[in-house]
């Protein structure tokens, strides 16, 4: 059974700094990857996608990375800023059906940037 | 705008009540998906339905059913036999087919947070 796991749970920064949100699954067999960001009682809104297929993708200030052998991927913020704040979660593909089966979550990794 | 619309925001429910969550979309999108999520836990999935008229449970069914009458609309109903239905519900969905296919990217909805008194 696909596993996801997200280090750290919990994370505070000073604005302006550079940070990294490390995620890992047990099963390499994903079709696709998502970086996800959720605000307090709100949906999920989309950050970025990585087909199994790719190294790694950006927008804006994020940059993710995945290695698929290994089972992991990084999201990284450059240049922190206060609107950052919200929780961020990894999802893999379940199964092996083109991805179309749904995502495995993690649980998220709670980030604050201090003012 | 397109998107994804679930109705209501909140939701009451008494003990022994069937209730049943809305979930609406305009993004011509294939297939949906309604996930349960539990403070401290990740988003677990539930039921899936990636073409009209058919759908296939996820990882915690139990308690719950769903139809799929028509592309855009895929609605949840939590049963009396679900024992634990408090939580933040949430809707997907994603395009699985014809060019603009973003290899399955997930779009979610805004919630419905359910709660039993």
């Known amino acids: 059974k696909q596993e996801v796991t997200q280090i750290p749970a919990a994370l505070s920064v000073p604005e302006g700094e550079n940070l990294v949100l490390n995620c890992s699954f047990t099963?390499?067999?994903?079709?696709?990857l998502q970086w996800f960001r959720q605000d307090p009682g709100k949906g999920l809104t989309s950050l970025l996608l990585?087909?199994?297929?790719?190294r790694e993708q950006t927008s804006g200030r994020l940059n993710a990375s995945l290695d698929k052998s290994s089972g992991r991927s990084t999201l990284y913020i450059a240049a922190s800023q206060p609107g950052d704040s919200a929780t961020y979660l990894c999802?893999?593909?379940?199964?092996?059906?083109?991805?179309?089966?749904?995502?495995?979550f993690g649980k998220g990794t709670h980030l604050i940037i201090q003012p | 705008d397109g998107g994804i619309t679930q109705s209501p925001k909140y939701l009451f429910r008494k003990e022994g009540q069937n209730v049943t969550l809305s979930c609406e979309q305009n993004?011509?999108?294939?297939?949906m998906y309604w996930y349960r999520q539990d403070p401290g836990q990740g988003l677990r999935l539930i039921y899936y339905?990636?073409?009209?008229?058919?759908?296939q449970k996820g990882d915690i069914a139990e308690g719950y059913s769903v139809s799929r009458e028509k592309k855009e609309s895929f609605p949840l109903t939590v049963t009396s036999a679900q024992k634990n239905p408090t939580a933040f519900y949430l809707c997907?969905?994603?395009?699985?087919?014809?060019?603009?296919?973003?290899?399955?990217?997930?779009?979610f909805g805004p919630g419905t947070r359910l709660t039993v008194l």
């Open positions: 999802a893999v593909t379940r199964g092996s059906g083109g991805g179309a089966d749904g995502l495995t």
């Open positions: 993004l011509n999108h294939d297939a």
């Open positions: 099963d390499s067999a994903i079709y696709n």
């Open positions: 990585i087909q199994s297929s790719q």
């Open positions: 339905s990636q073409i009209v008229n058919d759908f």
């Open positions: 997907a969905s994603t395009k699985t087919s014809g060019p603009t296919s973003s290899y399955n990217e997930q779009f």
